[in-house]
């Protein structure tokens, strides 16, 4: 049923983003194939990184549900088994490309596939480089998921890729742990960088130069004992734009991560005038965390928000939400994103469609958009096509506009980002105990 959402006056309070999703797949699937147990906190709940969960349970991995967090029993390089059925991404281009890069390396035959979004997005971007490597796959139209993949002992390649994609990167990085010699995988931009980071954690080094990375199959990962995932900063982007966009605003949103291969929407709005105010800066695992602050004193983006080459890279995920906020403020150009029509929807299509129909004028392109700035909103219904950025982008939206909105499948948060809606409504009604908080800190 869609959800009808109405102006906003007031947000205020204090959020701790939830775990961060792109984090813990890689966190589950690296404590899978270690020796020893991982507990990791703060595991997004989201039901992309379940189905994580579910497809690694299925290849005989034990992961426990307790009060601190996931356990997960590692089983070794060599210890997966193989699953009585085919494994099921269901909306997860992570989960599919990344276990791809593992099932490869395993000297049984796997299925997998996912809902029907997934099974229109693009493999051959994995399938190719990982049968250079000596996988054999079959795909539909040798493209789509279903993949069926019988691995093995894999032997090391250089793939230099055209594509800025992490999830392609992290891949081969995971297949290159089961390759005899070097993995070596050259980016056009470097993508956002977890997996790395992560795998160092878990004692194999990676050696990165500039867009390049290297990775060497002699290694048995060694369980860190314990993981915190940081708050997502994707999910973290839609309550800030909603900060920025509503006048009375008083926003605290808690450890978030900042890693600068993922926060291009940081720099992009700084760029156009934004005044962010980002405190408590530390490292958590590995990975920069700290605290963003939004309130009616922080400058809004007056200029035109533009996102070109590494910039459109490392704010991929954000485009939707920048769309909806450079169309309120000072406007967005954005080139260099032909991938948006490949993700969990034609993003591009999606945003133009919905701009549109809250009565944005704009111009859409192969590979980006150009958005007049100081657009006026008014409610309309979105059509998400069970997009979770794009439900919670418009409803980001529908905080400014003139009328309610009605998101046609709300359900769709859950994807990524499962209390947004009710996060959302208790910013709306927080009342002074939350106001002073907030002027405390
Ligand atoms: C992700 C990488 C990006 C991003 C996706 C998550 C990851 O995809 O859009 O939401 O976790 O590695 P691509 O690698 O396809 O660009």
Do not use: W
Request: charge should be neutral; hydrophobic fraction near 45%.
């Amino acid at each position: 049923m869609a959800r009808r959402l109405e102006p906003a006056r007031r947000l205020r309070g204090r959020v701790r983003a939830p775990g961060d999703k792109s984090i813990s797949h890689r966190m589950a699937m690296l404590a899978a194939i270690a020796d020893g147990e991982t507990l990791i906190e703060s595991y997004s709940a989201s039901a992309d990184c379940l189905a994580t969960l579910e497809c690694l349970r299925r290849l005989g991995v034990a992961a426990q549900a307790t009060a601190e967090g996931l356990l997960i029993q590692g089983v070794g390089r060599s210890g997966l088994r193989p699953s009585s059925g085919a494994l099921d991404a269901a909306n997860s281009g992570t989960t599919i490309r990344l276990l791809a890069g593992i099932l490869a390396g395993q000297p049984f035959e796997t299925v997998i596939t996912g809902d029907a979004s997934l099974r229109r997005r693009p493999m051959r971007r994995v399938i190719e480089p990982l049968r250079r490597m000596g996988a054999t796959i079959s795909a539909a139209e040798d493209d789509l998921a279903p993949l069926v993949i019988r691995g093995g002992r894999l032997r090391g390649i250089t793939h230099e890729s055209a594509l800025a994609s992490a999830q392609v990167k992290s891949c081969l990085l995971l297949a290159g742990l089961f390759a005899a010699g070097e993995t070596v995988v050259i980016e056009p931009i470097p993508t956002r960088d977890h997996t790395e980071r992560l795998l160092s954690a878990f004692g194999v080094p990676v050696v990165v130069s500039g867009a390049t990375r290297r990775v060497s199959g002699d290694y048995r990962l060694q369980s860190p004992g314990r993981l915190r995932a940081p708050g997502d900063f994707s999910a973290a982007a839609f309550l800030l734009a909603a900060g920025l966009m509503v006048e009375d605003a008083a926003v605290c949103l808690e450890g978030v991560g900042l890693n600068p291969t993922r926060a291009g929407l940081l720099t992009a709005l700084r760029d156009a005038g934004a005044s962010l105010d980002i405190r408590n800066e530390r490292l958590e695992g590995g990975e920069p965390i700290g605290d963003l602050f939004v309130s009616s004193t922080t400058a809004r983006p007056q200029r035109q928000i533009r996102l070109e080459g590494p910039l459109t890279a490392n704010a991929i995920d954000e485009i939707p939400v920048l769309s909806v906020l450079g169309a309120y403020f000072g406007g967005l150009h954005v080139t260099d994103a032909s991938e948006l029509r490949v993700k969990e929807s034609d993003r591009l299509a999606l945003i133009a469609r919905n701009l549109r129909a809250m009565g944005v004028e704009l111009e859409a392109r192969a590979d980006g958009l150009t958005i007049p700035g100081r657009q006026r909103f008014r409610g309309a219904t979105i059509e998400t096509a069970g997009d979770h950025r794009i439900a919670m982008a418009f409803a980001i939206g529908a905080l400014v506009a003139e009328g309610p909105t009605f998101i046609d499948d709300p359900a769709c948060v859950g994807v990524s980002f499962p209390g947004f809606f009710t996060v959302l409504e208790q910013l709306q009604r927080s009342g002074s105990a939350e106001e002073k908080l907030l002027a405390q800190s």
